[in-house]
């Protein structure tokens, strides 16, 4: 369904990241990868994956540190020359914030919140728009208390909405050159990011009781959703967020 497409992941810590589940559906449906680490220290965690999924190439990408996301996107135009989509998979908010009140967040914290989680993805989508070939996609990761006040998500509740008013405003821009943007709303997984929230293991007890099917999504079928997205089939959607939570986002 990919063979021929190129396109960036970025966001693997290890193989329980949504983006690793991303990347491995991606990848089994035929597309060719790049992969990017946090840092040295991530690198001999996700190394290993990218290169099992044929990643190349692997690149370094702190989106706080200048020039390193322009250094990626250089690095894959030299070496393919195109890009066909780019998935987006990060977000942090320094732990004082994101356990406290909105009221009380810091300015600080605020800003390196929207910083990593909202603002690189309008960066990616300014970096890649000159690769894309018509049929490109940008795909981000938001969560359903970016639309309804979830228990102790908190200061990501309001950088999740900027997040996917980010994507209908760049779908919009972008449409003209044939370039999709979506927001992918996964009910909550048991990954290295989720695990800073506070409380996170009762917010999983009450997914499970709520929920239709009374369980959680995995990283699999998040990665198949984002892999249709990116593929031909989704030609006719754009700026929609669209949610993988077991039906959940329907229920009172």
Known sequence: MLKGKRGLVVGIANDQ???YGC???LRAFGADLAITYLNAKAERFVRPLAEELGADPILPLDVEQPGEMEAVFDRIGTAWGGLDFVIHSIAFAPRADLH???VD???DGFQQAMRVSCYSFIE?????EPLMRPGGSLVTMSYYGADKVVGNYNLMGPVKA???????YIAHELAPRGIRAYAV???PLRTRAASGIAHFDELIESVVQRAPAHRLVDIAEVGRVVAFLVGGAASGMTGDTIFVDGGLHNVA
């Open 185 to 187: 709303s996964p009910g």
């Open 23 to 25: 990347a491995a559906k």
């Open 100 to 102: 406290g009140r909105v």
């Open 124 to 128: 990616m989508a300014r970096f890649a």
């Open 17 to 19: 990241s949504i983006a």
């Open 162 to 168: 900027a997040l996917e008013a980010s994507v209908r």
């Open 105 to 107: 967040a810091s300015l």
